[in-house]
């Protein structure tokens, strides 16, 4: 079902973007790894069927260069996964402390970002008259409030900015998903729950109270769900938004 199919991955040096790319040079798509960091992906060989680029995003000419020398390369796209999440230095403050500079940043290279990927992606779909697929990372906390009692007395915290661009994301994807449905682009996202990164003992137990049998997942529980969406058994599947969180949101 995949040989032969080409896609891009943003975010690919990252928890989801890394999983991910194993997942589909294990069942035979060609794939481009990009992120401004490759030191996990490094692993991952370089070979004809696969390449890996350090690429800021930020940049909307290197995301149209990413498109051409993908397509260069392989001669199409089928499909991109934005899996991307740049922050700035100082993410995380608390919403009392945070700074106009830090809010302005954090909203462009995240739901800005993914905006302009839409653009250049679809542009590129149209162009070449292909049913291409997106898909978007989400997160539950686009869907729901964060679950604030899980942070007292720790040192953490879920920044204001996180919700509301995660929320931009998930309207972003009907938004395009309505504007080029006669395309037969097929433009999807996944909310994630919290991923397992080390967290306090006390949070990821707290976490679990509000979930069901796992609490705080593991890359490997969200990628089954995103090959589903690249997969022609999708086909119908457009504009919507799959939650996979343990129960957290209910």
């Given at each position: 079902m995949f040989k032969n199919k080409v896609?891009?991955?943003?975010?690919?040096?990252?928890?989801?973007?890394?999983?991910?790319?194993?997942h589909l040079i294990k069942i035979g798509a060609k794939i481009v790894m990009t992120d401004i960091k490759t030191n996990n992906i490094k692993s991952l060989n370089n070979n004809n069927n696969h390449l890996i680029k350090k690429i800021d995003i930020i940049n909307?000419?290197?995301?149209?260069?990413?498109?051409?020398?993908?397509h260069k390369k392989f001669n199409k796209i089928d499909g991109i996964v934005h899996c991307?999440?740049?922050v700035t230095k100082d993410w995380g403050q608390i919403f009392e402390k945070l700074s106009p500079k830090s809010l302005k940043e954090n909203l462009f290279n995240q739901l800005g970002v993914s905006i302009l990927i839409s653009k250049q992606i679809i542009k590129y779909f149209i162009k070449n008259k292909i049913s291409g697929k997106i898909i978007y990372i989400s997160s539950i906390?686009?869907?729901?409030?964060?679950?604030?009692?899980?942070?007292?007395?720790?040192?953490?915290?879920?920044p204001i900015e996180y919700s509301v661009?995660?929320?931009?994301?998930?309207?972003?994807?009907?938004?395009l998903a309505k504007l080029y449905k006669k395309n037969k682009i097929s433009i999807n996202c996944v909310?994630?729950?919290?991923i397992k990164d080390k967290q306090p003992k006390k949070f990821m137990k707290r976490y679990l109270q509000?979930?069901?049998?796992?609490g705080l997942l593991n890359p490997k529980d969200i990628v089954g769900t995103i090959i589903f969406l690249l997969s022609k058994n999708s086909?119908?599947?457009?504009?919507?938004?799959?939650?996979?969180?343990?129960?957290?949101s209910l």
């Open positions: 896609y891009i991955i943003t975010g690919a040096n990252g928890r989801i973007g890394l999983e991910l790319s194993k909307e000419k290197n995301i149209q260069h990413l498109i051409k020398m993908t991307a999440y740049p906390q686009g869907v729901r409030p964060p679950k604030f009692e899980h942070y007292r007395g720790l040192k953490m915290s879920s661009i995660k929320t931009g994301i998930i309207s972003l994807t009907s938004y909310s994630p729950g919290g509000t979930c069901g049998l796992k086909e119908y599947i457009n504009g919507q938004n799959i939650i996979i969180d343990d129960g957290w």
